[in-house]
Each structure stands twice: as C-alpha cells, then as structure tokens.
C-alpha cells in the first residue's frame, strides 16, 4: 500500500552528473526520513545520504562534496543530485523511507526497486 517509485539512472561518463527522484505514495501517515541506498555487484548495500523531516543531511565519506540530497516533504519526494561521477559510483541505487502508514503508525522502512547508474571511464 505504500510504493516508492524511483527514476533518473542511466548511463554517463565520468565527471558527469545525473539527478535521481523518488516518489512516496500510499497511505502514508508521517514520513521521518527518506534516503538513498546503492550496492554494487558483489558488494553490500550502503548508505548513500539521508535526510530527515527537518532537513538534516547524512552522506557517505565517499560522496561527500559531490552529491546533494533534497526532499520535498509536500510531495513525499527526494532527490540525488549527483555531480563529478566516478566508475566507482556504479551501482544500482534503492531509495529508501522510514515512515509509518495510516493503519499502522509506527515507523518502518520501504523501499524502492532500485535504479542503475553506470559511470564510464
């Protein structure tokens, strides 16, 4: 009952850029935090950045400088602004949302299908 749709992967060179958005929809109650998640092949999902209700951001060391996160709290999105894409940015990017729903409320997590983003060298 509650979907997050991703969009805005694809491929690119390196040095480039590209913005992902995703779209929180359902019976959403209260949405705490929404964030981006990516695992590359063989490697464990991480965390890419995060922001909560308040605008409070969390990235990772390793895009830190890079990649901007940003979320409309009226239209239950986020973005990821990425910028100066490197190979090792390759992955398949999940969003993620900590938000309890109308016939639960509490918090869990939901998430996406995942978006590939492909860096070339």
């Known amino acids: 009952q509650v979907q997050l749709v991703e969009s805005g992967g694809g491929l690119v060179q390196a040095g480039g850029s590209l913005r992902l958005s995703c779209a929180a929809s359902?019976?959403?109650?209260?949405?705490?935090?929404m964030g981006w998640y990516r695992q590359a092949p063989g490697k464990q999902r991480e965390l890419v950045a995060v922001i909560d209700s308040g605008g409070r951001t969390n990235y990772a060391d390793s895009v830190k400088g890079r990649f901007t996160i940003s979320r409309d709290n009226a239209k239950n999105t986020v973005l990821l602004q990425m910028n100066s894409l490197k190979p090792e940015d390759t992955a398949v990017y999940y969003c993620?949302?900590?938000?309890?729903?109308?016939?639960?409320?509490?918090?869990?997590?939901?998430w996406g299908k995942g978006t590939l983003v492909t860096v070339s060298s």
């Open positions: 359902g019976s959403i109650f209260s949405i705490y935090a």
């Open positions: 993620n949302a900590r938000l309890s729903t109308i016939a639960t409320m509490r918090p869990s997590d939901y």
